[in-house]
């Protein structure tokens, strides 16, 4: 393990004022965007919509890395230039959806647990070869009644952190994504506890891994009440929950801390991350790892009229740079 190369990494993909912009939807996903909108669901229409997010001019000002997917990482434009020779002309950094998706957790209905370990040194290695520089593994947990249960998050936290060694020992940054879903009908006092829980479960396991902290990235969901629960928060409690959770369940060596936009409107993403920089000094670099929230813009008008990519690609460059602007605290 070279500590400094991780160090090195983490510093220049949470270079102030950018963020990483993910562009790893699975293909079910990104079939499923699709369908919504009316678009064949076919390989050479995702290569297509992911040549203009790939190709944007401009959008290095505000992004300092991509995380693609299996099928991305492979792919080249309509003239035969590799997506990743096009990333890396413009001085920005490869990542790579590094899980290989969910599966039912056995004996727990309703939960899940995220597949990838069985292979994962093989295809870290391909990937690195590849140019990935980083890496990202998902995990996902439901608030309900009885949920998430002491077998999920444990199970979870552990495939976290023998992921994030294995990156590590081959020179990889690991982005560690525990994401609480928003669906329900809970309070956000219930997923401040969830959070908390499910953050203090993960940094103990990768310390036991002795995983090297300042050479991981946090991907974490904001704390919100679930989306059916009809309670009014106030926008500035949002803000002040999720860094006081992040603060007493969060290392302070952590290399950085970056949002997941996963069911928040792309407007709240932005302002609870600017309120966020308004709360005075934080203790560790923090910014966003947006999808949806800043592709949908450029999404819908591709959709519209796929012929004009320069205005898609304008909308995707507009809606990195407000959230560039918000990581500093400066949107407005």
């Given at each position: 393990?070279?500590?400094?190369?991780?160090?090195?990494?983490?510093a220049?993909?949470?270079?102030?004022?950018?963020?990483?912009?993910?562009?790893?939807?699975?293909?079910?996903?990104?079939?499923?965007?699709?369908?919504?909108?009316?678009?064949?669901?076919?390989?050479?229409?995702?290569?297509?919509?992911?040549?203009?997010?790939?190709?944007?001019?401009?959008?290095?000002?505000?992004?300092?890395?991509?995380?693609?997917?299996?099928?991305?990482?492979?792919q080249?434009?309509?003239?035969?230039?590799?997506?990743?020779?096009?990333?890396e002309?413009?001085?920005?950094?490869?990542?790579?959806?590094a899980?290989?998706?969910?599966?039912?957790?056995?004996?727990?209905?309703?939960?899940?647990?995220?597949?990838?370990?069985?292979?994962?040194?093989?295809?870290?290695?391909?990937?690195?070869?590849?140019?990935?520089?980083f890496?990202?593994?998902?995990?996902?947990?439901?608030?309900?009644?009885?949920?998430?249960?002491?077998?999920?998050?444990?199970?979870?936290?552990?495939?976290?952190?023998?992921y994030?060694l294995?990156?590590?020992?081959?020179?990889?940054?690991?982005?560690?994504?525990?994401?609480v879903?928003?669906?329900?009908?809970?309070?956000?006092e219930?997923?401040?506890d969830?959070?908390?829980?499910?953050?203090?479960?993960?940094?103990?396991?990768?310390?036991?891994?002795?995983?090297?902290?300042?050479?991981?990235?946090?991907?974490?969901?904001?704390?919100?009440?679930?989306?059916?629960?009809?309670?009014?928060?106030?926008?500035?409690?949002?803000a002040?929950?999720?860094?006081?959770?992040?603060?007493?369940h969060?290392?302070?060596?952590?290399?950085?801390?970056?949002?997941?936009?996963g069911?928040?409107?792309?407007?709240?993403?932005?302002?609870?991350?600017?309120?966020?920089?308004?709360?005075?000094?934080?203790?560790?670099p923090?910014?966003?790892?947006?999808?949806?929230?800043?592709?949908?813009?450029?999404?819908?008008?591709?959709?519209?009229?796929?012929?004009?990519?320069?205005?898609?690609?304008k909308?995707?460059?507009?809606?990195?740079?407000?959230?560039?602007?918000?990581?500093v605290?400066?949107?407005?």
């Amino acid at each position: 393990m070279d500590k400094n190369i991780l160090m090195n990494t983490v510093a220049r993909l949470l270079e102030s004022p950018k963020g990483i912009l993910a562009i790893d939807e699975s293909t079910n996903t990104c079939n499923s965007r699709f369908e919504k909108l009316g678009l064949e669901q076919t390989e050479e229409k995702r290569r297509e919509y992911r040549e203009l997010l790939v190709t944007a001019p401009g959008v290095e000002q505000y992004i300092s890395g991509y995380i693609l997917f299996d099928e991305t990482i492979r792919q080249s434009t309509r003239e035969g230039k590799s997506f990743t020779s096009i990333i890396e002309e413009k001085g920005l950094h490869i990542g790579i959806k590094a899980d290989t998706g969910l599966s039912d957790l056995p004996g727990h209905p309703g939960e899940k647990i995220t597949l990838g370990i069985d292979g994962l040194p093989e295809r870290l290695k391909q990937y690195k070869n590849m140019g990935a520089v980083f890496t990202k593994w998902r995990a996902v947990y439901t608030i309900g009644e009885n949920t998430p249960s002491e077998a999920c998050v444990m199970e979870n936290a552990r495939n976290l952190a023998e992921y994030a060694l294995l990156c590590q020992m081959i020179g990889l940054v690991p982005i560690v994504e525990p994401e609480v879903l928003t669906d329900g009908e809970h309070t956000i006092e219930r997923c401040y506890d969830v959070t908390a829980r499910n953050l203090d479960a993960i940094f103990s396991e990768l310390q036991a891994k002795e995983v090297f902290i300042p050479g991981v990235i946090l991907k974490t969901s904001m704390v919100l009440p679930g989306q059916n629960s009809k309670l009014e928060i106030y926008e500035k409690e949002i803000a002040r929950l999720t860094v006081k959770c992040l603060k007493e369940h969060t290392p302070e060596h952590i290399g950085g801390i970056v949002f997941l936009s996963g069911g928040m409107k792309d407007e709240d993403a932005t302002r609870r991350l600017n309120n966020m920089h308004k709360m005075g000094p934080l203790p560790w670099p923090l910014t966003f790892s947006y999808g949806r929230a800043i592709q949908n813009p450029a999404l819908h008008s591709w959709a519209e009229n796929p012929a004009d990519v320069s205005t898609a690609q304008k909308l995707l460059v507009e809606a990195a740079e407000r959230n560039s602007r918000a990581s500093v605290g400066k949107y407005e």
